[in-house]
């Protein structure tokens, strides 16, 4: 059986080098920066809504790959989804980080991004694995 740290590493890779979501976006655009110092992630979220649904978000930047993966996954969760959904997911997201109690119910509303929870007690990598969630916290 492949071990736990392996599946992490490889599913993190797997969306940090996705490039589809890395894009502007035009027209009417909430834009938020997040920018983490200690790792030189440097990521821009763009997001386009349209009658309370997102109808499409990107990003512009550089960070490392849990950064990028993160982010990847946040707009996988989002893109097409009603506001109101995003935020309770951004929600559930952040309870999860701070190491409160998450149903596997709520898990299963994240998607792949609930993997990003074996981050949460790594203070040189959680920093990482929120830094776009905390941009779409502010734009939703």
Same mark, same amino acid.
């Given at each position: 059986?492949? %071990?736990?740290?392996?599946? $992490?590493?490889?599913?993190? !890779?797997?969306?940090? /080098? #996705?490039?589809? %979501?890395? /894009?502007?976006?035009? &027209?009417?655009? #909430?834009?938020? /920066?997040?920018? %983490?110092? =200690? +790792? ?7 997001? #386009?809504? #349209?009658? &309370? ?10 960070? +490392? ?23 309770? @997911? ?12 998450? =149903? ?5 509303? !994240? ?6 929870? $074996? ?5 040189? /990598?959680? @920093? +990482?694995?929120?830094? =776009? ?8």
């Amino acid at each position: 059986m492949e %071990n736990i740290d392996n599946i $992490y590493q490889e599913m993190i !890779l797997e969306y940090s /080098r #996705k490039k589809e %979501n890395c /894009r502007d976006l035009t &027209g009417d655009v #909430k834009i938020e /920066r997040g920018h %983490n110092p =200690s +790792c030189g992630d440097d990521l821009t979220l763009l997001i #386009k809504e #349209k009658d &309370g649904i997102i109808e499409d978000a990107s990003f512009l930047g550089k960070g +490392c790959a849990i950064s990028t993966a993160s982010t990847n996954m946040l707009i996988e969760l989002i893109k097409g989804r009603p506001v109101e959904e995003a935020k309770k @997911k951004v929600d559930i997201f952040f309870k999860m980080m701070g190491g409160k109690e998450v =149903s596997e119910e709520e898990k299963e509303e !994240l998607g792949d991004a609930q993997i990003l929870e $074996y981050f949460a007690e790594m203070p040189a /990598r959680i @920093k +990482c694995a929120t830094l =776009s969630w905390h941009s779409a916290k502010v734009l939703l």
